[in-house]
């Protein structure tokens, strides 16, 4: 199936130093046939030091990795709001997508504009497992792929409607950013009103949390020693979901 014309995809990425990402992340979104753009503004050092101390603090206060990497979010988020599109599927640059992702994310998008909700227009899909955290059989309904929630699974793989994403960055400039993005979305998505649900099954998978590549974060490396890790526990949670 075909990508869904109707929405924008970005991929959030740094101009020099993850070249094997980029090469990686090119080549799946061709071969999905997937048009995309890359959101490769706000690198750690073009960062402006005065903005920055005006709209981060505590545990994002500075010039650090985790603020790039917020900032090409919120850069993500304003151009869907000033879109013409519905909304759009924002990656970082490590996803491991799934084979047959453009069906998934046109199932996911129909069933949230079904969906029976006063906010119904502020969506927000988490699309990845890399929390390894999953539906419990016991609440699983045949034929339906969101269920709601309360956080993201982590700030890899996700739709956002327009209307969020213009929540979203609004409240940005209004509010200085304590945490890290993936967090302070949690948190605002639940002050904004903003209806958040995970899909089942999850599409993309963090090459950064299974050992594919070098976190851009932190210091965790790139190794088979973690992404054999990855692969036990994410088989054995999710044998334990059907437990549940």
Not at 19 to 24: A, C, T
Not at 175 to 192: C, R
Not at 214 to 220: A, F, M, T, V
């Amino acid at each position: 199936m075909q990508e869904n014309r109707s929405i924008l995809y970005f991929v959030l990425h740094v101009k020099a130093g993850y070249e094997d990402r980029e090469r990686f992340m090119q080549t799946q979104l061709d071969d999905l046939k997937i048009n995309f753009q890359w959101v490769l503004e706000h690198d750690m050092s073009e960062l402006d030091p005065a903005y920055i101390a005006a709209h981060f603090t505590k545990e994002m206060e500075g010039i650090q990795p985790a603020v790039s990497c917020a900032m090409k979010h919120i850069q993500a988020w304003k151009n869907v709001m000033e879109s013409d599109a519905k909304g759009a599927v924002i990656f970082e640059d490590d996803m491991v997508l799934h084979a047959d992702f453009n069906s998934w994310i046109n199932r996911f998008i129909l069933e949230a504009e079904q969906k029976v909700n006063e906010n119904k227009s502020k969506v927000f899909i988490s699309l990845e497992n890399s929390l390894l955290t999953f539906i419990p059989s016991s609440q699983k309904i045949e034929g339906q792929y969101l269920y709601p929630a309360k956080n993201p699974r982590c700030a890899g793989a996700y739709y956002l409607s327009k209307e969020a994403a213009g929540l979203l960055y609004r409240r940005f400039l209004e509010q200085a950013m304590e945490v890290p993005v993936d967090w302070w979305m949690g948190n605002m998505v639940n002050e904004l009103g903003i209806t958040l649900y995970w899909s089942e099954p999850t599409v993309a998978e963090q090459g950064s949390h299974n050992g594919m590549f070098r976190s851009g974060i932190d210091d965790k490396p790139k190794s088979v020693f973690r992404r054999i890790n990855f692969i036990v526990q994410k088989g054995y949670k999710k044998l334990l979901s059907r437990f549940r």
